[in-house]
C-alpha cells in the first residue's frame, strides 16, 4: 500500500515503515508491480536509515512491468532482468526471499527454479518462495527441485482470511508436508474486515475501481461477505475484540500460518493492527466463525487470487467446432 495504489507520501510510507520496526515486526515484503516499483523505492529508502541485516526483505517477480511483452513472466531472461531492477530500487546488494508472484503455465517450472539457483549461488537471493500457487504446482515445483537439483521454495504467500479460506482444502496441508512457511496475505480480505464493511456502513473501498469484482454488491458471493461480516461483528464484540483483532487473530491461529502479511495504507490502520501479534482465539470463537463461514469456503469465487488458464479461457476447455 506504498506508492501510488496507496500511500503516495513517501515520507509518511516510511514513517509507517519505521513504526512497524519498532514494534517488533522484522518481515518486510513488497514486490516490483506494487505502484510499479514505487514500492520497492520506498522500501529501499525506508531501509536505508536500519541496519539492513536485522530485517528480512522480500519482494515478487512475474507481473507486466509495462508494455514490453518481455518485461513480464517466469522466463530465465525476465528474473534475471528484474532481480536486478529490484536491487536496484531497494538500494540493497540481496534479497533474502524472492518470490515467483504467480504462477506462468507457459514456462517450464524447471526454468524458473534454475534461474532462481543461480541467483542463490551468486548471492543476489538468499532464499526462493512462491505467491498464490494451487496446490498442484506447489507440489510440481518441489518435486522438480529434488530431481533437477535446484533451489526449492521454501514459503508460498497465499490468500487467506476468515472470508477466502479455500486453502484449507489443499494448500495450507501441502505447505506442511513440505515444511514451507505460509506469509498469507489480505488478512482483512481486501478491506472487507477493517470495519469499513457492514449494516449501515458505505459497503465501498478506494480499490474498487480498480478490482470491481471484489466490492460489487450485486454480485451473489459479495451479498453473502456482508452478510458473514455482519455476523462476524457480533463474534468479535463478545469476545471483547475489535473486528480486525478477530480477523488477525483468525489467521495466526491455523497452524500452517507462519506470518499473516498486513498492508497499512495509514498510520492509524497500522496502529488498529498491532495488538493482534499476541492475541489468541479461544476454541467458541473460532468455532462460531466456521459457523459463520465454513472451512475450506470462499465465499466469493473470484477472491482466489490467480485462475488457471483452463479455467479463465472457455477455449481451453471445449473441443474446435
Known amino acids: 500500500m506504498f506508492g501510488a495504489w496507496g500511500t503516495p507520501d513517501h515520507d509518511e510510507s516510511i514513517r509507517i515503515i519505521h513504526r512497524a520496526l519498532d514494534a517488533g515486526i522484522n518481515f518486510v515484503d513488497t514486490a516490483d508491480v506494487y505502484s510499479m516499483g514505487e514500492s520497492e523505492e520506498i ?7 536500519v541496519k539492513r541485516e536485522k530485517i528480512v526483505l522480500a519482494t515478487k517477480v512475474h507481473g507486466a ?22 536491487l536496484r530500487r531497494l538500494g540493497t546488494d540481496y534479497i533474502d526471499l524472492y518470490q515467483i508472484h504467480r504462477p506462468s503455465p507457459d514456462t517450464d517450472i524447471d526454468e524458473t527454479l534454475g534461474a532462481l539457483t543461480d541467483l542463490v549461488r551468486t548471492g543476489k537471493v538468499r532464499y526462493i518462495g512462491s505467491s498464490t500457487f494451487p496446490a498442484d504446482d506447489i507440489v510440481e515445483a518441489q518435486w522438480v527441485a529434488e530431481r533437477r537439483g535446484r533451489e526449492r521454495f521454501v514459503t508460498e504467500q497465499p490468500p487467506y482470511s476468515i472470508l477466502v479460506r479455500s486453502i484449507e482444502a489443499d494448500v495450507l496441508p501441502r505447505c506442511q508436508q513440505f515444511g514451507m512457511g505460509v506469509l498469507s496475505w489480505s488478512p482483512l480480505a481486501g478491506g472487507w474486515l477493517s470495519g469499513a464493511f457492514g449494516q449501515g456502513k458505505d459497503n465501498t473501498s478506494r480499490r474498487s475501481v480498480m478490482l470491481p469484482h471484489h466490492y460489487d454488491m450485486t454480485l451473489p458471493g459479495n451479498a453473502q461477505k456482508l452478510s458473514a461480516v455482519t455476523a462476524l461483528y457480533g463474534v468479535a464484540e463478545e469476545a471483547g475484540l475489535s473486528l480486525i483483532q478477530l480477523a488477525l487473530g483468525f489467521v495466526l491461529e491455523h497452524p500452517a500460518v507462519t506470518s499473516p502479511i498486513i498492508g497499512p495504507r495509514t498510520m492509524e490502520h497500522l496502529e488498529s493492527q498491532l495488538p493482534a501479534l499476541d492475541l489468541r482465539l479461544t476454541r467458541d470463537v473460532l468455532d462460531r466463525i466456521d459457523e459463520i463461514v465454513p472451512p475450506g469456503t470462499n465465499l466469493n469465487a473470484s477472491d482466489v487470487g490467480w485462475v488457471p488458464a483452463p479455467i479463465a479461457d472457455p477455449s481451453l476447455r471445449r473441443r474446435p467446432l
Do not use: H, T
Not at 73 to 84: D, F, K, L, T
Open 65 to 86: 512491468m509495462g508494455r514490453d511483452p518481455n518485461a513480464q513472466g517466469n522466463s530465465r531472461r525476465w528474473i534475471i532482468a528484474e532481480c536486478e531492477n529490484s
Open 43 to 49: 522500501v529501499g529508502k525506508a531501509l536505508a536509515q
